[in-house]
């Protein structure tokens, strides 16, 4: 295994550096600093090490080493269930609620890129076996690989967003066309008038009409920009909690927000950006094969 020393810390190495690369606390601020970095920085160093000594261990036939890489991976699945404990834990405090599905694909999706990882140290030291400049190529290439596959669709690639109107007839709260809900107190209704802001999410075929629908998914979107933009909202207020609505016949999806920050190009941009939910994707249009 001595010989294989150089060529598992060139996997391990490339494979950490994928994991910083993987590793970005955003507009979601998660994971925290220091505390939730360290954590994820380590668990992605023992991913790394696990795929780099992998190929090695075949090599030199020794089966109870590959037998217990085997057993350690599957540890991974315990990063999704902490993850999970986490965010819902954070999510009993927030104003605007990320939601079950949102939790759920934030912690699958760190799930996975330990695997990515894992295949990042385990694809290098592949290379690197048979020669230390493969090897390094290898890992530069997985580094790209890495990088495309951060992230998946966001809202813009499936709808198109645009303002809508915030008016009243008599108690009820409408934004554009569609209802939102019965506001009974005068003071409430002229707070809306002032702060309020409406947005209407338009699906662009069948399929991205019923991926907008999934309540996780408009509720990603009213959490994005009370969590971006501020939420003009404290607790003991249903009258001004952010909603959504849809449009039946259309699929349309008629957001109302209170954010602190009005401007609608900026409310625009970050709804554009917000993460299509792998739970929330539905593929209609496949079921015509079918027919």
Known sequence: MEQHLLSVLIGIFFGCLARVFLLRTDFRQYPTYPQGRIIHLSLGFIASFIGAVAIPAVLESNWTAVTFLGLAATQFREVRKMERETLTNIDSSELVKRGTPFIEGMAQAFESRNYLVMFTGLV???????????????????????????TGNVLADIADVSEGGIRFEGPNLYVSDIHIKNVGLKSSRKLILERGVGAIITPRNKNSVVTISNLGQRQAMLH??????????????????????????????????????????????VLEHVPVLDSAIRLPSEGDRGK
């Open 124 to 150: 290098t030291t592949l290379f690197a076996v048979f020669s230390t400049v493969a090897g390094i190529i290898a890992g530069i290439i997985m580094l790209f690989f890495v990088k495309r596959n951060m």
């Open 224 to 269: 994005h920009v009370a969590n971006i933009l501020g939420a003009y909202l404290d607790t003991g207020e249903p009258d001004i909690v952010p909603l959504s609505k849809r449009n039946m016949d259309d699929g349309r999806v008629a957001l109302f927000l209170m954010p602190q920050e009005k401007e609608f190009h900026q409310i625009k941009s």
